[in-house]
């Protein structure tokens, strides 16, 4: 392929001529041409410049340089061209044709810097020759047919030159018998022949060891020790075996006593030694104990001995089953144990017998019973433990229950139980390792348990400021089931108390008492320290009020009264009592308002009810009081009542108009007046006063009236006022009509009865009568005729 070099036109300038090849590669002392070519018909002239075969300038287009046989390193001919003298778009111009001459050895030599040695450094050296232009040499080294390093050099010098390429390292024995040798190697690129050599090869003696191989360092017995390492190296070393620093006879046959360092020395290249720590393999030697007794859950230090090499492996069995021993031994360890130790020489088994003490187990059977008056129960108590443990109980004793112990298991039986049978029932199991306990509790339906202690006197009640009282507690009996006796809540250490009567207030007494079954038990002294009041005093609260239907406050004070919850008020109106439980309030001194009813204080203290009453004006004018008394029971002192002065209370209500005596209409005959009469109840006594046509005309409850219309009453006093409406209707008065009609009608028929009647007068009764000295009749008065009484009325005249 033909090369060509053009020089391309910039911006002002351009030269006009190609190079083909712009580069030739040649072997020194071969011919060589280029072509110089322009694409310009008209310039001045082109030729070549060169140190040989140089042209001068010519009017061709194309223009060929060639030398026969071409030997100067330096050779650079350059090909220039001219401008045309009526043409001035660019100057003189030139291109220079590269020209690599190059010269390459037919052979080359590698040597080495002689013996290789186990860790010393290894120089080869590689000789090429007569070579041009080094620049583009470059070196190979193998070591086999694997190639283990390259150099290139930097010499920019044309001529030709005897490189070497030196290359070092460290072999090992694994290099021993590696051939090694060189490359050279001309790469004058594309234009020019790739050029390869190879050197001889060299395979130098390699020196090293001794090199000291072992196996571990393990030997059965009977073994020989030469037979654990092996010994290489050029020279072959000679080998021998030291211990304790004194050699060793060859086929030195090992033992088990015979195991420890030893010490293999090597002579060869060099000295070579090496200490081994060897060990003597032999089966297992078992030692362990026949019996071993733990404690459960307690460190335990149950060990089998064993001796051999390597190391044995020991495993455990139980019942067939391999386990491995727990860090602590539990009851369900023990029993029978085969220890198998075993290595790779043997094996050795030895058998352990495993007893594990433990504390009893918990008591499971023993459960709380209910049981009838009079009927039996057994409690049964049993435990697991190694060893068997032994029992107790303990119980509040009575004749009726009895102890039974029976291959390991202890009853306890309860025959007829009673009331001295309630109780709880402990039942210990104990051994030598622990013991456990458990309660019980039995009841007995029927009978309620007590407390057997007595207290003289049974209870007291005392007034302030009396004489001292002694009061003692005491067990009911003497028996083995009382443990100890004490008083809480009073300040003594013995079995009487003496009772203060001026401090003793806020004492709660109770006695207790601790027995076997029972425990702790107690009874409560029933102790009061009295007072009566010191006064009692009834008083109206201030801003409640004593108008009708509004509600009035009074307020009762005891003082210096104790125990104020056995105190009593009551509440009078006149002579009558006022129950007021459910709207009244007690305030206690000392206690806070909110708990004054339910306050623990015995001292004496002031106390003060206050009750509510809704006022009515029947309770006008009316006595209230109040009486304290203190109820200390039936069997206590009966204490007369104190009583506060009576409080008179006014009650003050709003008028009300009595509607019975004057009507809501009343008619009134015209001519004739008639009366309206107003009458009011409250206090203070009410105003009456009359209204008319919107306009008051008269003061009193009287008033006649002559003209209809609407009356209105109005009642009013301090509190309220009331009216009542009354309207007046006018009629016509018929009466005097039918009075005078009724009247002639009379008349009338009197006469016309007068006149019959004389008629039959004069007929049938007439007499003659003499008027002198007329005898009145005794019974009436009147004239007597003929024996007659006459009804006419007759005067006596005196």
Request: negative net charge; proline residues 7%.
């Amino acid at each position: 392929m033909t090369h060509v070099h053009k020089l391309l036109c910039s911006v002002g300038t351009c030269c006009p001529i190609e190079l083909s090849p712009p580069r030739v590669v040649v072997r020194y002392g071969d011919p060589v041409s280029a072509n110089c070519n322009t694409t310009e018909s008209e310039h001045g002239g082109m030729g070549w410049e060169a140190s040989q075969g140089g042209i001068r300038t010519e009017k061709d287009r194309h223009l060929r340089w060639s030398l026969e046989n071409l030997t100067e390193w330096s050779m650079s001919p350059i090909c220039f061209i001219n401008p045309h003298e009526e043409f001035s778009k660019w100057e003189q111009c030139s291109m220079k044709l590269e020209v690599v001459l190059y010269r390459f050895p037919e052979s080359i030599r590698i040597e080495s810097s002689g013996s290789m040695r186990d860790g010393r450094e290894y120089t080869l050296t590689c000789d090429v020759g007569s070579v041009a232009p080094v620049k583009y040499l470059t070196v190979r080294w193998y070591k086999g047919d694997t190639i283990i390093n390259t150099t290139t050099f930097d010499n920019p010098s044309k001529e030709p030159v005897e490189q070497r390429s030196v290359f070092s390292l460290i072999p090992t024995r694994q290099d021993k018998g590696v051939k090694f040798r060189c490359e050279a190697h001309l790469d004058l690129g594309p234009e020019g022949p790739q050029l390869s050599v190879f050197s001889n090869e060299i395979t130098d003696d390699f020196l090293f060891g001794p090199d000291i191989q072992c196996s571990l360092p393990e030997l059965f017995e009977g073994d020989i020790l030469d037979t654990l390492c092996s010994v290489t190296g050029n020279p072959p070393p000679i080998v021998y075996w030291l211990k304790n620093g004194e050699p060793l006879e060859p086929n030195y046959t090992m033992s088990r006593e015979k195991a420890g360092l030893y010490t293999i020395k090597a002579e060869g290249y060099v000295e070579g030694t090496r200490d081994i720590e060897v060990f003597v393999i032999y089966g297992p030697e078992l030692t362990c104990p026949s019996n071993y007794t733990a404690q459960e859950y307690a460190p335990y230090n149950l060990t089998c001995t064993v001796k051999g090499y390597p190391e044995p492996q020991m495993i455990w069995y139980k019942d067939g089953d391999e386990v491995k021993l727990p860090d602590y031994f539990r009851r369900n360890d023990a029993g029978q144990y085969l220890i198998n130790a075993s290595n790779i020489h043997s094996s050795d088994t030895q058998t352990v017998e495993l007893v594990i003490k433990y504390p009893p187990s918990q008591i499971l059977e023993l459960e709380d019973s209910e049981v009838e008056v009079g009927s039996d129960v057994w409690l049964k108590c049993s435990s697991m433990g190694n060893p068997r443990p032994t029992y107790s109980w303990s119980y509040y004793q009575t004749d009726n229950v009895k102890d039974l112990n029976d291959d390991g298991v202890s009853r306890l039986e309860i025959q007829s139980a009673t009331a001295y049978n309630i109780g709880s029932y402990t039942c210990q199991a104990s051994n030598e390792i622990g013991n456990v306990s458990k309660t019980v509790r039995i009841t007995v339906k029927g009978a309620e348990q007590v407390c057997p202690i007595e207290i003289t006197p049974k209870r007291l009640l005392i007034p302030y400021s009396s004489n001292t009282k002694n009061v003692t507690c005491t067990p009911a009996s003497a028996n083995k089931n009382f443990k100890a006796l004490y008083w809480h809540g009073v300040n003594t250490t013995g079995a009487t108390w003496q009772v203060d009567t001026h401090k003793d207030w806020d004492l709660i007494p109770v006695c207790n008492a601790t027995f076997d079954g029972i425990g702790t038990c107690s009874k409560r002294f029933d102790f009061i320290l009295y007072k009566t009041p010191d006064s009692v005093s009834i008083h109206r609260v201030d801003n409640s009020s004593s108008k009708e239907d509004e509600i009035l406050q009074l307020r009762c004070d005891i003082s210096n009264v104790a125990p104020y919850q056995n105190l009593i008020v009551r509440w009078y109106h006149g002579n009558k009592t006022i129950n007021s439980s459910s709207n009244g309030s007690k305030e206690v001194s000392g206690c806070p308002p909110e708990n004054s009813t339910n306050c623990d204080i015995r001292t004496p203290v002031n106390v003060s009810y206050t009750i509510n009453i809704t006022m009515k004006r029947k309770l006008n004018e009316a006595e209230f009081k109040c009486q304290a008394q203190l109820n200390l029971g039936p069997e206590g002192p009966q204490h007369p009542y104190k009583e506060s002065s009576p409080l008179n209370i006014t009650v003050y209500s709003k008028p009300v108009i009595n509607d019975t005596k004057l009507e809501n209409k009343i008619p009134l005959f015209s001519g004739y007046p008639g009366e309206l009469v107003c009458e009011a109840d409250g206090h203070p006594t009410p105003k009456i006063q009359w209204h008319y046509n919107d306009k008051y005309f008269q003061f009193g409850g009287k008033i006649n009236v002559t003209e209809q219309g609407t009356y209105i009453c109005n009642a009013t006093n301090s509190v309220g006022s009331a009216t009542h409406e009354v309207k007046v209707i006018l009629k016509e008065d018929y009466l005097p009509l039918i009075a005078g009609f009724v009247a002639v009608t009379v008349v009338i028929i009197s006469v016309i009865f007068l006149f019959i009647y004389s008629i039959y007068y004069k007929n049938t009764k007439m007499r003659r009568y003499s008027l002198k000295n007329p005898r009145l009749s005794t019974h009436n008065g009147n004239v007597a005729h003929n024996g007659w009484d006459m009804q006419f009325p007759m005067t006596k005249l005196s």
